[in-house]
């Protein structure tokens, strides 16, 4: 090689050649003997000069000319070898371009890993990855402190030969994480690690990961607690598992501590009571922490009606006195109606559940827009894997349908499709629904789960399901194993899972009411169900085959609808999907007269807005009290509300700005449920 023009293009081909094994730089040359390139060639030790000429050898394979002198690339282009190649200015100064580009690049990629490594090196965590050959591919400065290996003699080393006692292999080989579980090192250190599998984009396991924290320190300290937290730690597990609701406020009467049974009973949450007065809570008459704290003397026996849902309770509250000083009060409220209450719920979701056998298929989702064919073709593609498939669409959209589908092609379609909907079954007892119940070795109810076994369990609604049981749902589809209420004994079961929802998870997620993990292990086939508003052209067949549907049920022979018919239901946006389109054909059909083989546009019509019709104004009866009228009013609202939602109580809820649980409550008040 030899380059012509020693710039800062001859000095960066310069050093781009000099770090290729197979290429020899010959000579640089240049008129300016400070040039970049002359000063680089005399710290490499690489000839230079003022001449190229006098380098024009036969051996000479290629000249780059860097110049950019139109003069100088002729005359080398007469005077070069015939076997030696010359590269002109344009194509070097594209070369030099991108090495440039190049360079740019690599120094973004090496101080991003550079950040990277720094905020690794910072955390107290060690942290250690390795491939799937059980190699160390990562190794952080935390790691290499607790172990006592340096990071560059830990990587590439098998992690069995750094840490003989490790389960990383193990969790590698079976793909089931392992979290918070006990190790201690060669050197005697304790710590507590999790270990995960690693799984690229496209599923395929490619190492497993670990993070682990220093034990030493943490449990000398907890050595050096006092006797006062363990009291302090016996008080709260005991006012925790009262199953009477326990209240304290301060010295000024404001809300400072309340039980998980308070909630329960009142259907008030912390927030709504904590730093507030104590009147918060009280539905009818005066506050008993009040009245404490002006006597400083106990109240017992106080029947009263607390919270949203007007519990029926008796309250008995007592002064907090230090040193002759009153510092607050507690109260102590026992619901006398909860006994009753529980069992009546109880029968209501015993009433609520139903185990349903599949028995639909492909065959009945109908449409030919591209939206649907989507939808179908990808919940075909999950019928066939056990992977756990996430429906995603608005209420009415046809997800059981869809789940049922999936079931019905899959290799499971011989054994139980059990459907819950979650925002249907009251949450406290959802727990035990679902996983069982026993009382010792004693299964007191087996739960789903266990029912669905083989099977395929749908859960509808998902986003209501409480914290607690995402947690053990989450725990079963990462380890294949269920905990029965009550139990502490492991059961394993085989059920193929199918959820849905019609709400935002991603909001539930930032409102902290969804776990963000269980999102993540749900959304690993998610399939978005089209609204009817996006897929009107459809609407004509899915009118035709609902006809046949409710011919059976009314005993009728209506074999079509007119085109003003049609026409009319094409105009509307649906916001009821294809349940809400039933519900008019099936009042349309209720309008007609039976002997009637077509659908007209007036009963049509009549149907589509029978709901927007305004109510005649009612005369106010003089037997009634302001307080019957207003249960009325909350009654009828939360009728409408109901129907509105198509009988989904979490949207009920959403809709009206209240708890779910206080939902219940109003349902049960007012028969509604």
């Given at each position: 090689?030899?380059?012509?023009?020693?710039?800062?293009?001859?000095?960066?081909?310069?050093?781009?050649?000099?770090?290729?094994?197979?290429?020899?730089?010959?000579?640089?040359?240049?008129?300016?003997?400070?040039?970049?390139?002359?000063?680089?060639?005399?710290?490499?030790?690489?000839?230079?000069?003022?001449?190229?000429?006098?380098?024009?050898?036969?051996?000479?394979?290629?000249?780059?000319?860097?110049?950019?002198?139109?003069?100088?690339?002729?005359?080398?282009?007469?005077?070069?070898?015939?076997?030696?190649?010359?590269?002109?200015?344009?194509?070097?100064?594209?070369?030099?371009?991108?090495?440039?580009?190049?360079?740019?690049?690599?120094?973004?990629?090496?101080?991003?890993?550079?950040?990277?490594?720094?905020?690794?090196?910072?955390?107290?965590?060690?942290?250690?990855?390795?491939?799937?050959?059980?190699?160390?591919?990562?190794?952080?400065?935390?790691?290499?402190?607790?172990?006592?290996?340096?990071?560059?003699?830990?990587?590439?080393?098998?992690?069995?030969?750094?840490?003989?006692?490790?389960?990383?292999?193990?969790?590698?080989?079976?793909?089931?994480?392992?979290?918070?579980?006990?190790?201690?090192?060669?050197?005697?250190?304790?710590?507590?690690?999790?270990?995960?599998?690693?799984?690229?984009?496209?599923?395929?396991?490619?190492?497993?990961?670990?993070?682990?924290?220093?034990?030493?320190?943490?449990?000398?300290?907890?050595?050096?607690?006092?006797?006062?937290?363990?009291?302090?730690?016996?008080?709260?597990?005991?006012?925790?598992?009262?199953?009477?609701?326990?209240?304290?406020?301060?010295?000024?009467?404001?809300?400072?501590?309340?039980?998980?049974?308070?909630?329960?009973?009142?259907?008030?949450?912390?927030?709504?009571?904590?730093?507030?007065?104590?009147?918060?809570?009280?539905?009818?008459?005066?506050?008993?922490?009040?009245?404490?704290?002006?006597?400083?003397?106990?109240?017992?026996?106080?029947?009263?009606?607390?919270?949203?849902?007007?519990?029926?309770?008796?309250?008995?509250?007592?002064?907090?006195?230090?040193?002759?000083?009153?510092?607050?009060?507690?109260?102590?409220?026992?619901?006398?109606?909860?006994?009753?209450?529980?069992?009546?719920?109880?029968?209501?979701?015993?009433?609520?559940?139903?185990?349903?056998?599949?028995?639909?298929?492909?065959?009945?989702?109908?449409?030919?827009?591209?939206?649907?064919?989507?939808?179908?073709?990808?919940?075909?593609?999950?019928?066939?894997?056990?992977?756990?498939?996430?429906?995603?669409?608005?209420?009415?959209?046809?997800?059981?349908?869809?789940?049922?589908?999936?079931?019905?092609?899959?290799?499971?379609?011989?054994?139980?499709?059990?459907?819950?909907?979650?925002?249907?079954?009251?949450?406290?007892?959802?727990?035990?629904?679902?996983?069982?119940?026993?009382?010792?070795?004693?299964?007191?109810?087996?739960?789903?789960?266990?029912?669905?076994?083989?099977?395929?369990?749908?859960?509808?609604?998902?986003?209501?399901?409480?914290?607690?049981?995402?947690?053990?749902?989450?725990?079963?589809?990462?380890?294949?194993?269920?905990?029965?209420?009550?139990?502490?004994?492991?059961?394993?079961?085989?059920?193929?899972?199918?959820?849905?929802?019609?709400?935002?998870?991603?909001?539930?997620?930032?409102?902290?009411?969804?776990?963000?993990?269980?999102?993540?292990?749900?959304?690993?086939?998610?399939?978005?169900?089209?609204p009817l508003r996006t897929r009107k052209e459809d609407i004509t067949v899915i009118v035709k085959h609902l006809l046949v549907k409710?011919?059976?049920?009314?005993?009728?022979?209506?074999?079509?609808?007119?085109?003003?018919?049609?026409?009319?239901?094409?105009?509307?946006?649906?916001?009821?999907?294809?349940?809400?389109?039933?519900?008019?054909?099936?009042?349309?059909?209720?309008?007609?007269?039976?002997?009637?083989?077509?659908?007209?546009?007036?009963?049509?019509?009549?149907?589509?807005?029978?709901?927007?019709?305004?109510?005649?104004?009612?005369?106010?009866?003089?037997?009634?009290?302001?307080?019957?009228?207003?249960?009325?009013?909350?009654?009828?609202?939360?009728?409408?509300?109901?129907?509105?939602?198509?009988?989904?109580?979490?949207?009920?809820?959403?809709?009206?700005?209240?708890?779910?649980?206080?939902?219940?409550?109003?349902?049960?008040?007012?028969?509604?449920?």
């Open positions: 090689m030899l380059i012509v023009g020693a710039g800062t293009g001859g000095s960066i081909i310069l050093d781009l050649l000099e770090n290729l094994d197979f290429m020899h730089v010959e000579a640089i040359i240049d008129t300016d003997q400070n040039a970049p390139g002359i000063l680089r060639a005399k710290q490499l030790g690489i000839l230079y000069g003022d001449d190229w000429k006098t380098y024009l050898t036969s051996d000479l394979h290629i000249i780059f000319d860097v110049t950019n002198d139109p003069l100088v690339f002729a005359e080398l282009l007469a005077a070069r070898p015939a076997n030696t190649v010359l590269i002109p200015g344009s194509i070097a100064n594209l070369i030099i371009r991108l090495l440039e580009e190049n360079d740019t690049y690599f120094q973004r990629i090496r101080t991003e890993v550079h950040k990277q490594r720094m905020i690794f090196d910072s955390v107290e965590e060690g942290m250690i990855g390795i491939n799937e050959k059980g190699c160390i591919d990562f190794f952080n400065k935390r790691a290499s402190e607790m172990i006592g290996i340096t990071i560059e003699d830990a990587v590439g080393k098998k992690i069995t030969d750094v840490i003989p006692t490790t389960k990383l292999p193990h969790v590698y080989n079976t793909g089931v994480a392992e979290v918070n579980k006990a190790l201690i090192l060669g050197n005697g250190i304790e710590i507590i690690t999790s270990r995960l599998p690693l799984f690229d984009d496209k599923g395929k396991k490619v190492g497993a990961f670990a993070v682990f924290k220093d034990m030493t320190e943490v449990l000398k300290l907890a050595e050096e607690v006092t006797d006062l937290k363990k009291v302090r730690t016996m008080l709260e597990a005991i006012i925790y598992s009262s199953d009477d609701a326990i209240s304290v406020v301060d010295e000024n009467g404001y809300g400072i501590f309340v039980n998980p049974a308070y909630t329960r009973i009142t259907g008030l949450t912390e927030d709504e009571v904590i730093g507030k007065p104590a009147t918060a809570d009280i539905s009818e008459g005066e506050s008993i922490h009040m009245k404490v704290l002006e006597t400083k003397k106990a109240v017992r026996g106080v029947n009263m009606f607390l919270g949203e849902n007007k519990s029926d309770v008796i309250v008995n509250v007592a002064p907090i006195i230090v040193d002759d000083e009153i510092r607050g009060s507690v109260g102590v409220i026992h619901d006398i109606t909860e006994m009753r209450s529980l069992m009546n719920e109880l029968d209501q979701a015993r009433t609520i559940i139903r185990k349903l056998e599949s028995t639909y298929t492909f065959e009945d989702i109908y449409g030919e827009s591209t939206n649907i064919r989507l939808s179908i073709d990808q919940a075909r593609l999950a019928t066939q894997n056990d992977f756990s498939v996430l429906l995603r669409g608005e209420a009415g959209t046809g997800k059981e349908l869809f789940a049922n589908a999936i079931h019905s092609e899959g290799n499971r379609k011989f054994n139980k499709f059990i459907r819950v909907n979650c925002s249907a079954m009251h949450p406290e007892t959802l727990e035990a629904e679902l996983f069982g119940k026993y009382d010792g070795n004693n299964p007191i109810e087996n739960g789903l789960f266990i029912e669905a076994d083989q099977g395929t369990l749908f859960l509808d609604e998902i986003v209501d399901l409480p914290i607690v049981v995402q947690q053990k749902l989450l725990h079963y589809l990462q380890t294949g194993v269920i905990y029965p209420l009550g139990s502490e004994v492991p059961m394993q079961v085989d059920v193929r899972l199918i959820t849905a929802t019609s709400q935002n998870l991603e909001q539930a997620i930032h409102k902290k009411v969804f776990m963000e993990e269980l999102y993540y292990v749900l959304n690993r086939i998610s399939i978005q169900i089209p409710l011919n059976e049920e009314f005993g009728m022979n209506v074999e079509k609808i007119t085109k003003e018919s049609e026409a009319l239901l094409l105009q509307y946006d649906w916001p009821g999907n294809i349940r809400e389109l039933e519900n008019v054909l099936n009042r349309a059909m209720i309008y007609m007269p039976q002997s009637e083989i077509i659908l007209d546009v007036e009963e049509v019509s009549k149907s589509l807005f029978s709901t927007h019709r305004k109510q005649q104004p009612s005369i106010l009866s003089e037997e009634n009290t302001l307080a019957s009228m207003m249960d009325n009013h909350e009654k009828s609202i939360l009728k409408k509300a109901l129907h509105e939602s198509e009988g989904n109580k979490a949207l009920t809820a959403n809709r009206l700005g209240i708890s779910l649980r206080s939902l219940y409550y109003k349902l049960e008040k007012f028969n509604l449920d």
